[in-house]
């Protein structure tokens, strides 16, 4: 079993390897090179914190790469800033799939657990999952009752939450993923990043950035 190619792996050999020769990220995150402006600014969905939103697939190579690195730095971040992942689909209907399996395991509080285990399955074991038949086989798999799944995958809420999340991926222009976004502000690019840890020590100054420029009666 083959996966769908993935057309963003041009882009994201720019977004993260696009200057293998800078010798170190500089000591505040320049405009262009490490970041751009997301124009307009849109508002979160957080209110009173920072927003970091990671736009990714799980039929990404990229994304399972970086995915492990994201997940710890995401678990140690203050409190002030909240973390959340945005499933893409790039008008695909495999990867409207993997969506919907996203946000089915999400309502049935398994998300957490699998995350992972669905990045190994595709791109490990070649596992089927951008079908509803091949999802339901596996969670099936993974000890979920498929019924309980299967109403789930095709709810209301996974719909309107992919609805969403495809017009965030929308306003916010994103053409490659993985794709880190701070704030409703910054767009994190970094031509300079050597590795994915590069990518987020941009990200942790940004935040810093934009904590300086949220008003403080505008935090809980």
């Known amino acids: 079993m083959s996966y769908p ?14 200057s293998l020769a800078a010798v170190a990220l500089p000591a505040r995150a320049a405009e262009g ?3 751009l402006p997301i124009l307009p600014p849109q508002p979160g969905d957080s209110r009173g914190k920072i927003e970091v939103l990671e736009f990714f697939s799980w039929g990404c190579p990229h994304c399972r790469d970086f995915n492990p690195l994201v997940t710890r730095w995401a678990e140690k971040l203050p409190h002030d800033v909240a973390f959340r992942k945005v499933p893409v689909t790039f008008g695909r209907a495999a990867w409207s799939n993997l969506a919907r399996l996203y946000y089915a395991l999400d309502g049935l509080g398994e998300l957490k657990r699998l995350d992972e285990t669905v990045f190994s ?5 070649h596992i089927d999952l951008f079908t509803e038949e091949g999802a339901l086989s596996w969670v099936k798999q993974q000890g979920l009752d498929p019924r309980r799944f299967g109403e789930a995958f095709k709810s209301f809420t996974t719909e ?3 609805a969403r999340a495809e017009q965030l991926a929308r306003v916010y222009k994103v053409d490659s993923v993985p794709l880190l976004t701070v704030a409703g502000r910054y767009k994190v690019v970094s031509q300079q990043a050597h590795d994915h840890s590069d990518v987020l ?11 300086k420029e949220m008003p403080r009666a505008g935090r809980r």
Do not use: C, M, N, Y
């Open 5 to 18: 190619f993935d057309p963003s792996r041009r882009q994201f050999h720019r977004f993260l390897l696009g």
């Open 201 to 211: 020590r941009v990200a942790d100054r940004l935040i810093e950035r934009a904590r």
């Open 33 to 35: 090179q490490d970041w």
């Open 160 to 162: 309107t939450r992919l």
């Open 121 to 125: 399955a595709i791109h490990d074991k």
